[in-house]
Every structure is written in structure tokens, then in C-alpha cells.
């Protein structure tokens, strides 16, 4: 008998045997993991394993049903290793591995953590009678170095309500994260990827890219990041797209280079800053609210603002780095913005913040003039002067 959920998922199990769930016929893959007849997590990650070795031409385990934590290792894959829709019940951990084809978890839902790359030391936890023991891992650093993945590294529509991290290795398609939902924390670290699609993403936890250059395109385009989003060290060598996206947390993006352009297009901004990032093109700015961005570092030379609106006190722009304060929330609370930074301790700080402030002003002075900003170039210049 066949599996009765075959054909939903391209009958690749079609030979496999089935057991009988509740009058039906299903494979081990796609039998539900309460089914009795199911092999237990030990039994059934040596399947998976035996399966992958076994086939040269890439292995499919589309929509199967992983009932226990799983962790791949030293494998190798000659064509795409698809693991879409399925359901990992347990952590999934992906190392020291090459896959000469995509690596896909497209529509997967992980109720546990993800966890795809290097491992960083050899060794790993294991839980006896409740304590946790470390044990070094037979073979040592060398034999866990690598990972390699030709095409891509595939996530969307996956749903996953554990961590999910993303650390040393490199891929020569893209990495696709377009509609993923992360509730934790995600973390791309150490990765050297054609594109990243990110696209629709859903972040409710925070977000961290940690030196990870991207040779193509970087689209962010409509998604949510819901807490603290930090971009360091990154390389990115093509476009990067923020239309429509929303962070409704911090935005720190610290010493990145974009080497074309940038654009924030009806970005929602919530507190933002860009502290040593380098521009080779511009970050364009386009109908983006700039009332908790700071200036302060920026390469606001490579910044072209259109249609933005500025942070207003009693009828003129000034930017929040005049506050003295990290956060636009509390700017209501201030009779006059300039005592901010006078109020600071000593005189040697205060003349310091002020000459660094009143440098920020005349650049930005100097760009408002350049973009036959007047009006602005006003602001900025009574500022400059009071600083
Ligand atoms: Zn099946």
C-alpha cells in the first residue's frame, strides 16, 4: 500500500513501507509522531541518515514529520537536500556538510530551534539524568570545518518558534528568508552569500547580521523586524532595498559598507543609526519620518533625503544627536533642546559634544545646500552657530 499522503508531496516515498495509522496507510516520514507504530527518535534519525548517504542525487524528505530533535552532520549531498514543509518537532542542527544543490526548508514549521552551519567549538551538550555533560566530538576541529552548500539555502513561508541561527558558511545561490516568521532570536553571522532575500520576513524577536557579505542583491523589503535590529560588519556589494519596511524597535546599522545604493522608501523608522557605514553610491532617503534618526557618525554626505519629514522644535528641524539623548520619546518632555547638551558634566565633555555637534550642523548644512534646501540649510545653520 501506498502512502496516503504520497502524491501531496511528489510520491517520493512511494516505495517506502507503511504502517497503519487510524485505518490509513502512511510511511514512517509522513506517519504523525504519536502514531505507536512510528520509530522512535534514535531509530528514525538513523533512517534519515542511512537515506542521505544512500542517495547520490540529492535526497528528498519533503512534509515529513521529525519527531525528535535531529542533527545532521558530515554529509554529502550531490544534488538539492529538500526538507520543504515539514515539521520539526525537536532542534534541528545542520553542520560540516556539502550540498552540491539547494538546501531547502521552504513552508517548514520548527517548533524548536534552528541552528545551520559551522559548529563554532567540537563540543556538544547532551542531558543525563538532568545534568548537562559536555563531550568532545570524535575527530576534532578539522574534521568540522566546512560546510559548503553550491545553491541555495532556502527558508521561505518556513514558520519557526525556537532561535534560529545562520552561522559560518558560504552558499553560491542565495539565501531565501523571504515570509519566514522567527518569533526568537535570529542571528546571521560569518556568511558569505550570493543574495538574501528577506522579503515579507517576520522578526518579533531580535535580529542580529554580523559580518555577512552579500555579493548580490539584499531585499528587506516589507518586512517586520518588532525588536532590536543590528547590521555590523556587513558587506554588501549590490543594491539593498528597504521600501515599506517597517522596524518598529532600534535600527543600528554599525560599520557596513554598501557599495551600490541604499534606499529606505517609506521605511518606518522607530530609532535609528548608522554610525561608520560607508556608502559608494547613496542611502536614499524617500518619504521616511526622521524623527528618531541620528546622525551622529553617519556618512551623511551619502545620504539624499526626498520628501522626508525632520524632527521639528518650535518650528524649525533639528535631529535628535542635539538632545543629547538616544531616544526621540523623551525629547517631549525638554523646554529647549541646546541645554541638553550644555547640561552635560564638565566643560571639557560639553565643549567636545558641542564642537562634534556643531560639525554634524554644518554638514548637514552643507547637504541641504547642495539639494537647493534653503529653508533646511537655515535650520541647520541656526543650530551650527549655538552649538
Ligand atoms: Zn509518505
Redesign the pocket.
Known amino acids: 500500500m501506498r502512502?496516503c499522503?504520497?502524491h501531496e508531496?511528489g510520491n517520493w516515498?512511494h516505495d517506502?513501507a507503511t504502517i497503519d495509522v487510524k485505518g490509513k496507510p502512511?510511511?514512517v516520514?509522513?506517519a504523525p509522531s504519536d502514531a505507536s507504530e512510528k520509530p522512535n527518535g534514535k531509530e528514525f534519525y538513523r533512517l534519515v541518515q542511512d537515506r542521505i548517504r544512500d542517495e547520490d542525487n540529492g535526497c528528498v524528505f519533503d512534509?515529513t514529520i521529525f519527531p525528535k530533535s535531529i542533527s545532521l552532520r558530515s554529509f554529502e549531498v550531490n544534488g538539492t537536500l529538500s526538507f520543504e514543509r515539514c515539521q520539526f518537532e525537536g532542534n534541528l542542527s545542520f553542520y560540516s556538510s556539502s550540498v552540491r544543490g539547494d538546501l531547502s526548508f521552504r513552508g517548514a514549521t520548527f517548533f524548536k530551534k534552528v541552528s545551520i552551519g559551522e559548529d563554532v567549538n567540537t563540543k556538544s551538550s547532551t542531558r543525563t539524568n538532568g545534568c548537562y555533560q559536555t563531550t568532545q566530538v570524535p575527530g576534532g576541529v578539522q574534521a568540522l570545518v566546512s560546510l559548503t552548500i553550491d545553491g541555495d539555502v532556502r527558508f521561505e513561508d518556513a514558520i519557526i518558534h525556537g532561535s534560529f541561527t545562520l552561522k559560518k558558511f558560504s552558499n553560491g545561490g542565495k539565501i531565501n528568508l523571504s515570509s519566514i516568521a522567527a518569533t526568537r532570536r535570529a542571528s546571521l553571522s560569518k556568511i558569505s552569500t550570493g543574495e538574501l532575500e528577506c522579503e515579507n520576513a517576520y522578526f518579533q524577536n531580535v535580529v542580529r547580521l554580523l559580518d555577512v557579505v552579500i555579493a548580490g542583491k539584499a531585499d528587506f523589503n516589507r518586512a517586520k523586524f518588532n525588536a532590536f535590529a543590528t547590521i555590523i560588519r556587513c558587506d554588501f556589494r549590490d543594491l539593498v532595498y528597504f521600501s515599506s519596511t517597517e522596524f518598529n524597535s532600534r535600527l543600528r546599522i554599525r560599520n557596513s559598507r554598501f557599495k551600490e545604493t541604499a534606499l529606505f522608501e517609506r521605511t518606518k523608522l522607530t530609532e535609528a543609526s548608522f554610525p561608520l557605514c560607508h556608502f559608494g553610491e547613496h542611502a536614499v532617503f524617500s518619504d521616511v519620518d526622521l524623527k528618531a534618526v541620528s546622525f551622529a557618525r553617519a556618512p551623511i554626505e551619502s545620504f539624499y533625503f526626498v520628501g522626508c519629514n525632520w524632527l521639528q522644535f518650535k518650528g524649525r528641524a533639528i535631529t535628535i544627536d542635539v538632545l543629547g539623548l538616544k531616544s526621540s520619546r523623551k525629547y517631549e518632555k525638554i523646554p529647549s533642546p541646546l541645554p541638553a547638551v550644555r547640561s552635560l558634566p564638565g566643560k571639557d565633555q560639553r565643549n567636545a559634544s558641542a564642537k562634534k555637534l556643531g560639525e554634524l550642523y554644518r554638514r548637514l548644512k552643507r547637504l541641504a545646500r547642495i539639494e537647493n534646501d534653503e529653508l533646511l540649510a537655515s535650520d541647520w545653520h541656526y543650530l551650527e552657530k549655538r552649538c
Open positions: 502512502c499522503v504520497a508531496y516515498c517506502e502512511f510511511c516520514y509522513h512534509g
